[in-house]
């Protein structure tokens, strides 16, 4: 059972995701969440507060999803990196994707605000999963590798996202940035 702050904070979420960052009020949560008016604002007492919630809600919510990920075998090769890659974006278009719009917005609203930004920096636990693999697969550079396969993983997330019925097997639009990193 979740408890009200989860409630509020999966609300923020749906709401973010089905109606952008201007849609993000206390108000507009409490009834996203079916609760009483002040719910939001008694556990989140200003918006900064809520956003920052928001942050930290998202960065466990990827954190439970890289252990699964790191709980996999590291991949033997290229293919299978690009396979796990692809598999985690195909999530974010599917049944994560409330999650990832929710991210997108979230992003546009740190880059103008500092404490914001280092939140979300913080929030992103798929980079030491990915360093390891990278490694693993004979990275000279893992760290700055898997922080460039990340960035072109969630440009390549944005793309799709905004071509919802584009197709194309995301493996193959991975597997030659791997090709390239590991040269």
Sequence with gaps: MSTRREQILDAAVELLAARGLRALTHRGVDETAGLPAGSASNHFRTRKALLRGVFAHLADRDERAVLALAGRRT????????????????????????????????????????????????????????????????????????????????????????????????ADDVEPLLRGLLG
């Design 75 to 170: 991949p033997a090769d290229v293919r299978e990196l690009a396979e796990a890659v692809a598999s985690l974006l195909r999530h974010r278009l599917g049944a994560g994707r409330p999650v990832a719009l929710a991210r997108r917005a979230l992003t546009a609203e740190a880059a103008t605000d500092p404490e914001l930004c280092a939140d979300l920096r913080r929030c992103h636990p798929l980079r030491p999963v990915t360093a390891g693999w990278l490694r693993a697969l004979g990275s000279a550079e893992p760290d700055r590798h898997a922080e460039l396969l990340l960035a072109f993983a969630d440009g390549l997330l944005e793309q799709r996202l905004l071509e919802a019925g584009r197709d194309g097997d995301l």
